[in-house]
């Protein structure tokens, strides 16, 4: 992986991503650091991961790119922590031992330290700073020990990672018997309720281990350079406002991070489908992007209903079942991403016995439905002119790469800051609309059928929340605008941020 073409001659600098080992947080890595090389080419960047994240990484890009953006291995070896044998990503994993991942990953420190003097010897000179993941705080100390900056990267928008940062380190639901309490760093009248906490954090007490390595990481992060965000200033004005007062620090939203091809206008061809997957290719979907946008093409403009709870979540069997009667009564159109329910091996083949007896085959002949197995071509579907609404576990990148397409949210709420990104959607943009929050929530079909009208409604809420999502839509596309004197707002961000660096 040694022979990327870095340019560490042009005297402007080297910098060292590291990203956590999940999708949600290597895609946009990869995103921001193709980010930098557009727009300002003479910085050289490495990406620092373990291998098989290093693999699944340089699967997703082209050769030109891998001779830009330089791939480095971490050592790093599952089974030493008691994880399964090659387990380097929380895909498929069970909370349980997402938590182990987690652990493990401050034994990523003294690899890191060694490759950042392999680049010191080959570049002449240190590198300018880290751009870490924002739960790897400890790089924050191996940076300071090697004398160069860190910066911490969230991966997710402001509002929601100050709530799950906020939440981590004051435990402030521990100190109330009450549903709703105040969250430090949000005003007084920003009540959060205790249904938006998953349950480790609702158990959370300082000495079990989720909170032990969120006090621990966030802490240190807290005390890095500066952060980066993948969010948009005009986007989240609250949010960034709010995140900025808490830390003391700057933050710089560098965000959307989407391909190019995401940021124009919406599309009824498949030309656009396959730019966006050579862009992101390296996981295969259950159905191809051609196969998805031929049955969108079937149907006419603002009317289908996408599915779907991200690269990790599933929702259980009787859950699945109320999504399915629900949907099929709605008679809207949709393409529903479909794995194996909660308790059942999720790398394991979907058995239709999930789903009400003879749904799939009468969804397919009736061309209401398309069930996609395990993967689907996100980018595509959301992309395309037919879909009008995203049912979303409200993952921040399915939240930004629904938005920038101006197609609103029904949420779905499961883990990590997911319900805080839905209760700012819902309580501050006015695009989102929740149906559930987690996986115990008990659904009925007759809920489903009524939230799913409401919002792919012409009318009323669903007309609404429509108008406002290609609102935000526009707002975060131009914040990407590159024309002469129209410079957006995250451009001018990034060189805000390379002038730091490069004046320390
Ligand atoms: N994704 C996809 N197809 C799928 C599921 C997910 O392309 O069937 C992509 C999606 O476009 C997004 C990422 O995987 O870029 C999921 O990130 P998100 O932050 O939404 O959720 P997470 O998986 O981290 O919970």
Redesign the pocket.
């Known amino acids: 992986m040694g022979s990327c073409a870095v340019d560490g001659d042009t005297g402007s600098g080297h910098i060292v991503m590291l990203p956590f080992m999940?999708?949600?947080?290597l895609?946009?890595f990869l995103s921001l650091a193709r980010t930098f090389r557009k727009y300002h080419p003479n910085l050289s960047i490495s990406i620092a991961a373990t291998p098989l994240n290093v693999r699944y990484l340089g699967s997703t890009m082209s050769f030109s790119e891998s001779r830009e953006i330089c791939l480095k291995e971490l050592h790093y070896c599952s089974s030493d922590h008691g994880l399964p044998p090659d387990t380097e990503n929380?895909e498929n994993l069970s909370l349980d031992l997402i938590g182990v991942l987690f652990g493990s990953s401050s034994s990523l420190a003294d690899p890191l330290a060694q490759l950042l003097s392999e680049i010191s010897a080959a570049d002449g000179r240190k590198p300018v700073c880290i751009i870490s993941d924002v739960i790897f705080g400890w790089s924050v100390e191996v940076a300071r020990g090697f004398g160069i900056k860190c910066f911490s990267f969230c991966?997710?928008g402001a509002y929601g990672t100050l709530a799950y940062v906020s939440l981590w380190l004051n435990l402030p639901h521990r100190k109330t018997d009450s549903d709703k309490f105040a969250v430090p760093g949000f005003p007084e009248q920003c009540r959060f309720h205790r249904s938006q906490l998953h349950r480790f954090i609702r158990a959370a007490n300082r000495t079990d281990h989720w909170s032990m390595f969120f006090y621990v990481q966030l802490s240190l992060s807290l005390t890095s350079d500066g952060w980066l965000c993948n969010s948009v200033e005009e986007f989240e004005p609250l949010g960034l406002k709010l995140l900025r007062n808490y830390l003391k620090l700057p933050v710089w939203p560098v965000g959307p991070l989407l391909p190019s091809s995401m940021l124009g206008h919406k599309s009824q061809s498949s030309s656009i489908s396959r730019v966006i997957a050579a862009e992101?290719a390296g996981?295969k979907?259950?159905l191809s992007a051609e196969k998805c946008t031929e049955w969108l093409n079937s149907h006419v403009p603002d009317s289908v209903l996408y599915i779907?709870?991200?690269?990790?979540?599933t929702i259980s069997a009787s859950q699945m079942k109320a999504v399915a009667v629900g949907i099929e009564a709605s008679g809207k159109p949709f393409i529903w991403?479909v794995r194996p329910p909660l308790g059942f091996d999720m790398k394991g083949e979907f058995r239709s016995e999930w789903l009400p007896e003879g749904f799939e085959r009468r969804v397919m002949e009736s061309n209401q439905g398309l069930l996609?197995r395990?993967?689907?071509?996100?980018?595509e579907i959301?992309s395309h002119k037919s879909t009008r609404a995203f049912l979303?576990?409200?993952?921040?990148?399915?939240?930004i790469?629904s938005l920038s397409q101006g197609v609103p949210i029904i949420g779905w709420p499961?883990?990590?800051e997911?319900a805080y990104n839905s209760k700012m959607m819902v309580e501050e943009m006015g695009v989102c609309m929740e149906l559930a929050r987690g996986v115990e929530d008990e659904i009925e079909a007759d809920h489903v059928k009524r939230v799913v009208e409401i919002a792919m409604e012409n009318v009323g809420t669903g007309e609404d929340m429509k108008r406002k999502a290609v609102e935000i839509g526009e707002k975060i596309g131009a914040a990407m605008r590159n024309d002469g004197e129209e410079r957006g707002s995250t451009l001018k961000a990034l060189d805000e941020f390379v002038t730091t660096i490069l004046s320390s």
């Open positions: 999940a999708h949600g947080h895609i946009p929380t991966t997710g992101r996981k979907p259950g779907s709870f991200g690269s990790q979540n991403v996609v395990t993967w689907a071509p996100q980018l959301l979303s576990h409200c993952g921040w990148n399915s939240v790469e499961m883990v990590a997911q």
